[in-house]
Nanobody
Framework: QVQLAESGGGLAQAGGSLRLSCVSS????????MGWFRRAPGKDREFVAT????????YYTDSVKGRFTISRDIAKDTLYLQMDSLKPEDTAVYYC????????????????WGQGTQVTVSS
C-alpha cells in the first residue's frame, strides 16, 4: 500500500502562485509515476500533470502548460506542483495520485490517491 498526503492549497489571486506538496509513504518503490488531478465544482475529474519517477519525464494538460511545473524529490518521497499565473478556472480540489502501471493520463489507472487540497483563485 501507498499513502499520499497533499498540502499547500489555499486562496490566491489571479496571476498569483501556489505550490502543492504530496508526501508519499509505504511501498513507494513500486510506483512508476505520480500525478496531479483536479476536480472543479460541477465538473469531472481532470488530469493536470504527471511525472515518471525514474526518468523525470513530465507531461501536462494543455491548459496548464507553461504555467504549472510538476517535480519530485525522490529522497524525500515528495511530489510538487508549482502553480504560477493562476487563473480563476484553476479553482478546484487538487489530488495527488500514484500509478504502478497503465496509462499516465487516465485517472482510473491510478491506484493510490490523497485526500485532496482546495485551491481557490479569485479574479
Amino acid at each position: 500500500q501507498v499513502q499520499l498526503a497533499e498540502s499547500g492549497g489555499g486562496l490566491a489571486q489571479a496571476g498569483g502562485s501556489l505550490r502543492l506538496s504530496c508526501v508519499s509513504s509505504g511501498r513507494t518503490f513500486a510506483i512508476y509515476a505520480m500525478g496531479w488531478f483536479r476536480r472543479a465544482p460541477g465538473k469531472d475529474r481532470e488530469f493536470v500533470a504527471t511525472i515518471n519517477q525514474i526518468l523525470g519525464e513530465a507531461y501536462y494538460t494543455d491548459s496548464v502548460k507553461g504555467r504549472f511545473t510538476i517535480s519530485r524529490d525522490i529522497a524525500k518521497d515528495t511530489l510538487y506542483l508549482q502553480m504560477d499565473s493562476l487563473k480563476p478556472e484553476d479553482t478546484a480540489v487538487y489530488y495527488c495520485a500514484a500509478i504502478r502501471s497503465g496509462h499516465l493520463f487516465t485517472g482510473s489507472d491510478y491506484e493510490y490517491w490523497g485526500q485532496g487540497t482546495q485551491v481557490t483563485v479569485s479574479s
